[in-house]
């Protein structure tokens, strides 16, 4: 397992990671329901085609805090290749926020390998700090998703 992150600009953030997993095995960990519960949401909804819908809810740790909620629509969804999804923050005293678009590729290396590159474009940071913790909470994603597919 390899794995690079790249600052783009000021509103893009890129990573690449190879896991040692059949490309299929990848792409349906992002568009499974029961595959997503088991590493990215406590609860999971996802029209897999272009179009769809998608919702993940996270629980909080706390009970006097949010549970954290984004949704969106699957923008682009090309079968072990592309998955794009807008990327939307529910809050319930603010309301709703496009965060984001979550750009996914997916390359097969060999038959149990696969390159994923992740881009988040959109999202200007407001600081070092901020655009450090986004780089830092996506590549912990992807390293979840690692050991669950390794």
């Known amino acids: 397992m390899t794995s ?3 600052g783009d600009s000021d509103s893009q953030i890129t990573l690449t990671r190879t896991i040692e997993a059949n ?3 990848v792409f349906a960990a992002w568009t499974d329901p029961a595959l997503i519960e088991q590493w990215q949401a406590d609860e999971a909804e996802f029209d897999a085609f272009e179009g769809g819908q998608y919702r993940f809810v996270t629980f ?6 949010a549970d ?7 923008l ?17 005293e603010e309301g709703e926020e496009l965060l984001f678009v979550l750009d996914l590729t997916f390359k097969a290396i060999d038959q149990d390998s696969t390159s994923i590159t ?3 474009r959109g999202l ?3 600081d070092a700090q901020t655009r450090i ?3 830092e909470a996506w590549s912990a994603a992807l390293e979840t998703l690692a050991e669950l597919m390794e």
């Open 118 to 120: 992740l881009t988040e």
């Open 60 to 65: 909080a740790d706390e009970d006097d805090e």
């Open 23 to 25: 490309v299929s095995d």
């Open 68 to 74: 954290h909620e984004v949704s969106g629509e699957v």
């Open 124 to 126: 200007p940071h407001a």
């Open 76 to 92: 682009t969804y090309l079968e072990d290749e592309r998955l794009v999804l807008s990327w939307v923050h529910r809050d319930e």
């Open 4 to 6: 690079a992150l790249e």
């Open 133 to 135: 913790f986004s780089m």
